[in-house]
């Protein structure tokens, strides 16, 4: 997810989004333990991505 497509979406899409990261996040860190990941930034990204998601839902929730 990119800062513009944060800006784009509700506060329902943002919550589904918020969602879905944290369960593969769970899934890459309970992977993590087991075995070698195949692409260890997506972890980071991954952060970054929830990061921007409950940012932008303050903001909105804000606004109203």
Same mark, same amino acid.
């Given at each position: 997810? !990119? /800062? ?7 506060? @329902?899409?943002? *919550? ?8 593969? =996040?769970m899934?890459?860190?309970? !992977? /993590? ?7 260890? @930034?997506?972890? *980071? ?8 998601? =409950? ?10």
């Amino acid at each position: 997810m !990119k /800062k513009n497509d944060a800006k784009e979406l509700d506060i @329902k899409a943002l *919550k589904e989004s918020e969602q879905k990261i944290r369960e593969e =996040l769970m899934r890459l860190r309970l !992977k /993590k333990g087991f075995e070698q990941l195949e692409n260890p @930034k997506r972890i *980071k990204n991954l952060k970054k991505d929830l990061a921007r998601a =409950l940012t932008r839902v303050k903001q909105l929730e804000k606004e109203l």
